[in-house]
């Protein structure tokens, strides 16, 4: 069974650019969480989705970032224009149906982005 | 708020010792999961262990194991035998069903030696 597939593994761009990072979780799985890890730091929970609704984007800085996941399978997080300090990794994890006992969450390897 | 804490930066141990990870958390929840993720070179975050806060007997996954101490609201991870694959960064993270969020420490990086 393939894991999560997150691309592209790096990317590097110049400030004020837009970019764009993309996920397909495992098959099944209706949890998606997108997670942004500063360096030396804990992942911390941008936005999470239950099929394709946004139940928690709280801390999803909503003027220059935003995610979709149409259809509740893959998902794109965009950030436009990037800034300096969105250099980070980018995860992506899934998870089983909300409610059941299966609270593992799998991450895919992420995308490193450097901002210059 | 939920809140983990990961008080050591960094561990080294030698190869076949033993070496303790410690994790605290804060929490007014009385049912909620703890995990020991695992983050090698590569980024990829892997589960290492998983503990039920409902079960008192502490979770043991090969030569992995936990020392849960709910009262004192405290996780520590215990690696055996340790193996150079080892090495990594070591993730505390909490789950509560909700929000259905993973709250994660700020990590330990053990390094073993040969």
């Known amino acids: 069974e393939a894991g999560v597939v997150q691309s592209p593994r790096y990317k590097i761009i110049e400030k004020k650019q837009p970019v764009a990072f993309w996920c397909n979780p495992i098959?099944?799985?209706?949890?998606l969480y997108w997670y942004r890890q500063n360096l030396g730091q804990g992942p911390e929970l941008l936005i999470r989705?239950?099929?394709?609704?946004?139940?928690?984007d709280s801390q999803l800085p909503k003027d220059r970032f935003s995610a979709e996941r149409l259809k509740g399978v893959d998902s794109t997080l965009k950030i436009q224009p990037a800034e300096l300090g969105d250099s980070a990794v980018y995860l992506c994890a899934s998870s089983g149906r909300t409610g059941s006992r299966n609270t593992e969450a799998f991450f895919g390897q992420g995308t490193r982005l450097t901002v210059v | 708020a939920q809140t983990v804490t990961q008080s050591q930066p960094e561990m080294s141990v030698q190869e076949a010792e033993t070496v303790t990870l410690s994790c605290t958390y804060d929490t007014s929840e009385s049912n909620y999961y703890l995990f020991w993720y695992k983050q090698p070179p590569s980024r990829q975050m892997i589960l290492v262990i998983r503990?039920?806060?409902?079960?008192?007997q502490n979770a043991t996954e090969n030569r992995f194991s936990v020392n849960f101490q709910k009262a004192a609201k405290s996780f520590s991870l215990k690696i055996s035998d340790s193996q150079l694959g080892d090495t990594a960064m070591y993730f505390c993270a909490f789950f509560f069903s909700g929000t259905y969020k993973y709250i994660f420490g700020t990590g330990t990086r053990l390094k073993v030696l040969a």
């Open positions: 989705y239950e099929n394709e609704e946004a139940v928690d």
């Open positions: 503990q039920e806060a409902y079960k008192q």
């Open positions: 098959s099944g799985h209706n949890t």
